[in-house]
């Protein structure tokens, strides 16, 4: 039997506000526990919420970069249930009438191909407090620094047909909200939260499986893996004989397993009703307008900037234009150094290998544009080769200092005197002699391949520290003049 995968996202996105949805409580990441919640975030007796305008604006610029509806009219409600986390016992969110209607997101697959995934809406929402369970034994804390935080919470309508596409529209979306502002981006920090609803049906059937929703993925490798393994549950529990049950299920990142947590609530489930403590919020044309003149430059339209202005491949161009710390990172080190095609390379080669390798942010490494600028003209020109780059660039790395400090101090310049280069060449072709008879035995094309015999030899004789470009043509001219 061939399956098809159908995929449905929700994701909380958490608004770059300074103070709350509700209240003037601060919002900044890694303060004590329990120091950020006021009474009205903790909803005490007495306290009215008033809504955050900032919110309001993000939510609207959001729906403008996804060239959504925009809702004029719209109410909170609130959405009653149960949890630690949860100081007032209800969720104060939007479900009848949400700020931002339906609109679309375009993706770009690995194989070139473009696809549409329609969002159905995004809502304003206050987020919960945390759980915290690996500190205590026997028991959990409470941390309610994080409750009442706005988030907007983008629902698609399930158009993905595998992780690939979930993951391609997961980025494309972390590129739109930080590149118009309205989030930071850091995902370790649970400033984007993905819920995965998953399904499988028989390739041909236009009716939807049973889904099953994975919650609170804080990265787009641990969505792809929770999707695969998802899929392949599903698939096994049919072709077995079973039936999938609707729940919420999650997945731990670390042990690379999943397991259901709870059924699947329905709406109605959670009674809402309209928040008596809030006003309907209803914004003009005008407002609206005044925010679509503000919106900064979207990751489609920098992506296209990038090929014209710079030269680089869309393939590049998609890679660098996709983020916008990364994109700017990236011209500001154009702008150092004048050589668009070096920055791309070092940016997507050995800074993105390894702000990877310690799961960063562009933001937090320790190598900044001007210094990757630094050690760029230093190879332009001629003072170290790519090799001892790579070396330079470790050092800066480890906080070391810039380029030229660290060239200086580790004597890294490249031999670029003829004298001293041409001795150690034919030192080397003098102890190769069958490798020179071959050299002079072989054509032309063979003759290319055949110098990295001496090639090799002399660089290590330098240390690597050769100009290479002048060792390729002491070397070519002492050879041929041997026929």
């Excluded at 310690?358 to 790519?386: C, H």
Aim: proline share 4%.
């Amino acid at each position: 039997m061939e399956w098809e995968t159908v995929i449905g996202l929700e994701v909380h996105v958490q608004l770059a506000t300074t103070t709350k949805i509700f209240s003037g409580a601060s919002t900044a990441f890694g303060a004590e526990p329990n120091t950020q919640a006021c009474a009205i975030d903790l909803g005490m007796p007495g306290t009215l919420p008033v809504v955050n305008e900032q919110a309001y604006r993000y939510a609207v610029m959001f729906g403008l970069a996804i060239d959504a509806e925009i809702g004029k009219r719209s109410f909170f409600e609130r959405k009653n249930y149960f949890y630690p986390d949860l100081p007032k016992g209800y969720q104060t969110t939007q479900l009848e009438q949400p700020i931002v209607g339906p609109g679309h997101v375009e993706i770009q697959l690995s194989d070139g191909s473009t696809k549409t995934v329609r969002i159905h809406h995004a809502h304003l929402e206050e987020d919960a407090g945390k759980s915290l369970h690996e500190d205590f034994h026997g028991m959990s804390g409470i941390d309610l620094n994080r409750a009442g935080t706005p988030l907007i919470e983008v629902v698609t309508e399930p158009d993905m047909r595998s992780s690939e596409e979930a993951v391609a529209f997961a980025k494309k979306l972390h590129s739109i909200v930080t590149s118009i502002g309205i989030c930071d981006g850091q995902m370790a920090q649970g400033s984007m939260r993905f819920d995965v609803n998953v399904s499988v049906r028989l390739k041909g059937d236009d009716k939807l499986g049973t889904r099953t929703e994975t919650k609170n993925l804080n990265s787009f490798k641990f969505m792809e893996e929770a999707i695969k393994l998802e899929v392949e549950r599903q698939i096994d529990v049919i072709e077995e004989g079973g039936e999938i049950i609707q729940e919420t299920r999650l997945y731990n990142g670390d042990t690379k397993t999943a397991r259901g947590m709870r059924s699947k609530e329905e709406a109605n489930d959670y009674r809402y009703f309209p928040c008596p403590d809030l006003l309907p919020v209803e914004i003009d044309d005008e407002y609206i307008e005044a925010i679509r003149q503000t919106l900064p430059e979207l990751p489609d339209a920098r992506q296209a900037r990038f090929v014209e202005q710079y030269g680089l491949s869309d393939y590049d161009a998609g890679i660098i234009a996709g983020d916008a710390n990364v994109a700017n990172f990236f011209e500001a080190a154009v702008k150092a150094c004048d050589d668009a095609k070096l920055v791309a390379n070092w940016t997507m080669g050995e800074i993105s290998a390894r702000l990877n390798a310690e799961e960063k942010m562009i933001t937090d490494a320790p190598v900044s544009a001007e210094q990757l600028a630094g050690l760029i003209a230093r190879i332009k020109d001629n003072t170290i080769s790519n090799k001892i780059a790579k070396q330079v660039f470790e050092a800066m790395w480890a906080g070391e200092g810039d380029a030229d400090a660290i060239i200086e101090a580790k004597g890294l310049k490249q031999m670029s005197d003829t004298g001293e280069l041409e001795k150690i060449v034919d030192d080397v072709i003098a102890s190769k002699p069958q490798e020179v008879q071959n050299y002079l035995n072989a054509d032309e094309k063979k003759r290319k391949k055949m110098m990295g015999a001496f090639m090799g030899p002399i660089m290590a004789a330098t240390k690597g520290q050769a100009n290479p470009g002048m060792v390729n043509q002491i070397l070519a001219k002492k050879l041929n003049a041997m026929q």
